[in-house]
Nanobody, 119 residues
Framework: QVQLVESGGGLVQAGGSLRLSCAAS????????MDWFRQAPGKERAFVAS????????SYADSVKGRFTISRDNAKNTVSLQMNSLKPEDTAVYLC????????????WGQGTQVTVFS
């Protein structure tokens, strides 16, 4: 089992920055990759960014490319999402998720952290 705990959400003015963190514990050796998703009220959950647990491969949703950066600190078992130039449309609950190497599925999810961007 893997436990994921997000932190770093909050209220920020448009154009500002926030840094989210996702701390993993438990069987972290079973993680293939870590992703960030977000879900705004009344909308479906959407992919934001992804990073391999080993290696440096990353990917981003088009809507956040050039503004968000995902990074990993294996020593701390933490994945971070640096969010710059925030827009009101970035307002959502942000969740981190881990893909289990054994199943290839998003078996592990955090509880989410709220990000609110006001203009």
């Amino acid at each position: 089992q893997v436990q994921l705990v997000e932190s770093g959400g909050g209220l920020v003015q448009a154009g500002g920055s926030l840094r989210l963190s996702c701390a993993a514990s438990g069987r972290t050796d079973s993680i293939y990759k870590m992703d960030w998703f977000r879900q705004a009220p009344g909308k479906e959950r959407a992919f934001v960014a992804s990073i391999r647990w080993s290696g440096s491969s990353t990917s981003y949703a088009d809507s956040v490319k050039g503004r968000f950066t995902i990074s990993r600190d294996n020593a701390k078992n933490t994945v971070s999402l640096q969010m710059n130039s925030l827009k009101p449309e970035d307002t959502a609950v942000y969740l981190c998720a881990a893909v289990n190497t054994a199943t290839g599925s998003y078996d592990y999810w955090g509880q989410g952290t709220q990000v609110t961007v006001f203009s």
